[in-house]
């Protein structure tokens, strides 16, 4: 018996030792990574010529990617505020342009602009992202705008109706409402394998009651070790690369495309029939894309290689785009897959976020488009005067 207890003992002294030493691995790579991460690579894009606030921008920028839960849209950024990005309570990035004095005694046209990361504003400081931009646009043209920026990362054109529609439920209704989408979009249905559902949706489905679930509960907390920063090192070191283009060969790229445009047409239909409810105008933009550059910078062209497995099907779906009847009475889309086809100055800082250069240029394209609409609005509202 004296023998057993010894051996149970030194069973357990080893155990111990082993956990010790598991601890202090998982402490040394917690302080690895804390003192050796790696700067975001978009730093070097060329289209910010070396400027000087780049650096301090991507440092907030990666400090404000914290999120919380929000109903039917699952989240939202949490506040944040810097030098070159800030957030409100409600999770939305300041806008920043002036109305002119002149000008204040004008009627007020309220503009909600939605979208993925590229309407937030990912590569772009708050005076330069395309809300702000647009409303220096507007403004120019003697306008009296007041423009909320609804765009946020990863967001699919579902997520931004249901955003809009929470927004009609509490009261809360525009003048003109601005959807620039397209990449979350194919990139959720290339993800996945099917369209129409948010980006990373596979991750809910494996959560979805975890608690009551032994063989989910169980799952979730293998799949929570790769949070270790033991296991992180382990994947970077010795991990391989998922092979993309062998994985599209499995999809039926044709009809995914298809259906990924199916999805986005009918989104467009919801949408107008609730401006026709609600009294708003809507106007519909599909985003460019680094693939459509003909004249690809050295960086540009580091990044395209990066993502040049998702090229096909990006082209597919602006056939789609093109040969579906997407147009519908007094709603306005516009295709701006080709906008910067062949411009050759430095625009894209990845596949598909646009730098201060390029959000200037879609800006002043967007201004254009909506300048009728801004004119109708208010001659409507002068008719509406006593």
């Not at 999120?67 to 505020?81: A, E, I, L, Q, T």
């Not at 949706?201 to 009551?212: A, S, V, Y």
């Not at 598909?352 to 201004?367: D, F, P, R, T, W």
Request: aromatic share 16%; net charge negative.
């Amino acid at each position: 018996m004296r023998g057993f207890f010894n051996r149970l003992k030194d069973i357990w002294v080893i155990a111990g030792i082993t956990i010790l030493l598991f601890i202090l691995i998982e402490l040394f790579f917690r302080i690895y990574f804390l003192f050796s991460s790696n700067p975001d690579p978009r730093i070097q894009a060329d289209c910010y010529n070396n400027a000087d606030w780049v650096e301090a921008y991507y440092s907030e920028f990666n400090a404000c990617n914290e999120s919380s839960w929000k109903p039917y849209v699952y989240w939202r950024r949490n506040p944040f505020k810097g030098t070159y990005i800030n957030i409100d309570d409600d999770g939305i990035r300041k806008t920043i342009y002036q109305n002119n004095p002149s000008s204040d005694y004008d009627p007020l046209i309220r503009i909600f602009m939605f979208g993925g990361s590229a309407m937030w504003g990912t590569g772009a400081r708050d005076e330069y992202t395309l809300a702000s931009l647009l409303g220096k646009e507007l403004t120019k043209k003697g306008f009296r705008v007041q423009i909320t920026n609804f765009g946020e990362s990863g967001y699919v054109n579902t997520q931004e109706l249901i955003e809009l529609q929470l927004e009609l439920r509490k009261g809360n209704i525009p003048d003109l409402v601005i959807f620039y989408d397209g990449a979350n979009d194919l990139f959720s249905t290339l993800q996945q394998s099917k369209a129409g559902i948010p980006q990373n949706e596979f991750n809910r489905m494996k959560q979805f009651n975890t608690l009551t679930n032994k063989k989910r509960s169980a799952l979730v907390f293998f799949k929570s070790l790769q949070t270790l920063a033991t296991v992180k090192f382990v994947q970077q070191k010795f991990g391989s690369e998922p092979d993309h283009q062998a994985a599209l060969k499995e999809f039926n790229l044709p009809k995914l495309a298809e259906e990924t445009i199916g999805v986005y047409n009918e989104n467009l239909r919801l949408i107008y029939a609730l401006s026709e409810a609600y009294g708003f105008h809507s106007v519909f933009y599909w985003q460019p894309l680094l693939f459509n550059k003909n004249i690809r910078t050295e960086y540009e062209n580091s990044e395209f290689e990066k993502m040049k497995w998702a090229s096909q099907f990006a082209d597919l779906t602006i056939e789609n785009l093109t040969d579906d009847e997407i147009h519908l009475d007094n709603l306005d889309f516009y295709d701006l897959s080709r906008f910067f086809e062949n411009e050759t100055a430095p625009v894209y800082v990845d596949w598909c976020h646009v730098g201060e250069y390029g959000n200037s240029k879609l800006a002043k394209q967007i201004a254009q488009n909506v300048i009728p609409v801004c004119d109708s609005i208010l001659a409507k509202t002068e008719k509406q005067l006593p």
